[in-house]
């Protein structure tokens, strides 16, 4: 879905930590702002506005 070397790149545009791939919800978590970047058509959306926040687990 996700090049793994353009995975290694991205980080959260809010706190700039790591980012990882949860392939079920098709998105891009980052565990600790509680935010998940949708993909759309294989391209990640790194937008702060368009993040959906998740609960914590």
């Known amino acids: 879905m996700i090049d793994p ?5 991205l980080a959260c545009p809010q706190c700039n930590g790591e980012v990882r791939l949860v392939p079920e919800q098709q998105g ?7 935010l998940r970047y949708a993909i759309r058509n ?3 959306v790194m937008l702060i506005d368009e993040a ?4 914590p687990e």
């Open 5 to 9: 070397t353009l995975l290694n790149l």
């Open 28 to 34: 891009l978590v980052c565990d600790q702002c509680r």
């Open 42 to 44: 294989g391209i990640p």
């Open 52 to 55: 959906e926040k998740f609960p």
